[in-house]
Each structure stands twice: as C-alpha cells, then as structure tokens.
C-alpha cells in the first residue's frame, strides 16, 4: 500500500516530541509537498483500516483518526473545514445521505 519505497510513514506532529519524551531519538524528514499528498492518501488508507478492524468501543477513536486526515488532506488542497462541509453539504442535499440505510442492487 505504501507507495513510498517503503521507509518511514507519515505521523502526527507531536509524535517526534512524545518520542523524545520517552528516551528515544527519533530519525524523521519533513516530505515536499508532492510525498506529503502520496503519504496522506497512504494514511488515510491505513486509518480505514484500523477502522474496519476495530470494535464498537474503539470505532469512535478510528473515525476521529479519519476524519484528521481527511482535514489534512484537504486543507493539502486548499479546502478549509467550513469548505469542506459546506460541499459535503450540498452533496446530501442533491443524493442525500446514509440514514435511510437503502441498500441497491441495480436496475431491472
């Protein structure tokens, strides 16, 4: 899935410091912009699934985990949170959202 040579993988910005609190060095570069968009879409599929394999009780921490790369990946294009939810917005007001639950199956 990682499709950066497989070193290192993209973590959060406090992750270097805990990392230091707790004894270690720890070795990290900063990604230009065109990685940084390959490392995000790398995390976001690997938070997905975290998320599908998480149970009820850990399922709300996943989704938050999701929803911060989704923010970052946004904002990655220049779309801020208000942006953001205003499209997603527009979207469930044009096709509508999930809770009706309909399942399809295709056309007769």
């Known amino acids: 899935m990682d499709r950066n040579s497989g070193y290192g993988k993209l973590v959060r910005d406090r992750i270097p410091q805990i990392i ?3 004894g270690a060095v720890p070795v990290t570069c900063t990604a230009g912009p065109e990685e940084y968009r390959d490392r995000l879409r790398d995390k976001l599929g690997e938070e997905v699934a975290e998320f599908l394999e998480a149970d009820d009780a850990k399922a709300p921490e ?13 904002a990655d294009l220049g779309i801020d949170a208000d942006q953001l939810k205003k499209i997603r917005e527009v979207k469930a007001s044009e096709r509508g ?9 295709g056309n007769r």
């Open 20 to 22: 230091r609190e707790d």
């Open 62 to 74: 996943e989704l938050a985990d999701i929803l911060e790369v989704v923010h970052a990946l946004a």
């Open 97 to 105: 959202g999930f809770t009706e639950r309909i399942i399809w199956f």
